[in-house]
């Protein structure tokens, strides 16, 4: 056997023991890409579900990612036109009234796109009160496509600071200023009460806080404001749309606010002018 020939064998050998050694390590690296990728796939909620999927989704309070995902799909088929939606109304009726704030807020924007429906719009005007901000303003514009004007204070609201106020007796602590961007959600202050608990103030709402009331360790009481919060520029822009439709005389001045402020973008302050244009083509 040539000296070629040996070393020949001894690469292919040398080379089939490296595939047979890497091939754990190349199977688990394939599982993890493959795992990823179904996690992906299950959470996205552009994938398309059946009718038994839906069903299911909707029942998966337990998940409420499975429930928007289910929503959002009910939503597309109102936008198409497809009949098949009707099937799921009971259910979103009921959702509507549950005790997750996720379920109400989103459900109130979908029932705004089919205007037809009158449990849709009876289902409104409750969430059109509910206690929690978020909630009545997408019912609010959601009522807004049934030329229901139940809403309107709401929109109005939109346009002017919303006070945060304390949940608790006690000393402020928090480390947000003046002209900070906040999501819904975000922790802007701790109350630290009497008996050492501490109560959390987290924001009901997106913006950009417009003034502080009470400074750090300053001694609040339950329902004293801490804070103001303007709101951010979608909900505004919203807002002031719905108006166009529903708004009054008395809103102008608050409309008009917006038409040369320097603190807002300029799609808001087109929004702005179009919106007083149509209030005034109104009286």
Known sequence: MSENTVTTEAIVARTG?????????????????????LAWYFTWFGRGLSDADITKYLSDTKNPRHVQHALLQIQQRIERGDPSANNWYPQIIVLSGSSETEFRLTTAWLMGF?????????????????????????????????????????????LKPYAVKSPATGLVSSTLRQGSDVSRGTLLARVQQADGLIAEVRSPLPGKIEAISKANSSQVTTGEEILRLNSDEESVWE???GLSFIGTNADLETVQAFTSSSSVTERVREQAKLTAKAIGLRR
């Open 17 to 37: 023991n490296r595939i047979r050694a890497s091939g754990p390590i190349l199977i688990l690296a394939a599982l993890f890409v493959a795992a990823t990728f």
């Open 114 to 158: 089919d205007n037809h429906s009158n449990e849709f719009h009876s289902a409104l005007v409750k969430l059109a009160t509910d206690t929690e901000p978020i909630v009545r303003r997408n019912a609010a514009l959601a009522l807004v496509r049934f030329n229901d004007a139940a809403g309107h204070d709401e929109l109005v609201a939109v």
């Open 239 to 241: 807002a002031l749309r």
